[in-house]
C-alpha cells in the first residue's frame, strides 16, 4: 500500500504554473517533516522544498521564490509559479518523523537528507520552451 501518493504534474509552457500534491494515508502528515524532491534522468535527487512539523520552511537555492510549500491536515502542497524548461523533472514527496539528526549528544536540522521514511512514486513536470 503507498504511503504517499503526488498528484498535479502535467506539461505546460515557460512560465506556466502547476500545484503538486501528496496525500498521506496510515499516518498524519503534520506530525512529520514532509518534503518535495525532484529528479531528471541520470542525476540524483535535488531537494526542492520542506516543511517541519513545526512550520519551518527552506527552499532549494534554485526555486528563488518561484515555489511556495504548504500543507493542510489532507495533503502536501507544491506550488510551481514561473517554470523554466529546467524545472522539468520527476516530483517526489516525503516524509520523516523530524528534518534532525543527533550525533555525539547534539541534534541539528537537515533539511534534505537522502534517508526518508516514506516516499511516493512521484509525478511528471515538463516544461517546454
Known amino acids: 500500500q503507498d504511503q504517499l501518493v503526488e498528484s498535479g504534474g502535467g506539461s505546460v509552457q515557460a512560465g506556466g504554473s502547476l500545484r503538486l500534491s501528496c496525500a498521506a494515508s496510515a499516518f498524519t502528515l503534520n506530525n512529520y517533516c514532509m518534503s518535495w524532491f525532484r529528479q531528471v534522468p541520470g542525476k540524483g535527487r535535488e531537494g526542492v522544498a520542506a516543511?517541519?512539523?513545526?512550520?519551518r520552511i527552506v527552499y532549494g537555492d534554485f526555486v528563488k521564490g518561484r515555489f511556495t510549500i504548504s500543507k493542510d491536515n489532507a495533503a502536501l502542497y507544491l506550488a510551481l509559479n514561473m517554470l523554466k524548461p529546467e524545472d522539468t523533472a520527476m516530483y517526489y514527496c516525503?516524509?520523516?518523523?523530524?528534518?534532525?539528526?543527533?550525533?555525539?549528544?547534539?541534534?541539528?536540522?537537515?533539511?534534505?537528507?537522502?534517508?526518508?521514511?516514506?516516499w511516493g512514486l512521484g509525478t511528471q513536470v515538463t516544461v517546454s520552451s
Open positions: 516525503a516524509a520523516k518523523r523530524a528534518c534532525r539528526e543527533c550525533t555525539g549528544g547534539s541534534c541539528y536540522t537537515v533539511w534534505f537528507s537522502p534517508q526518508w521514511d516514506f
Open positions: 516543511i517541519e512539523s513545526d512550520g
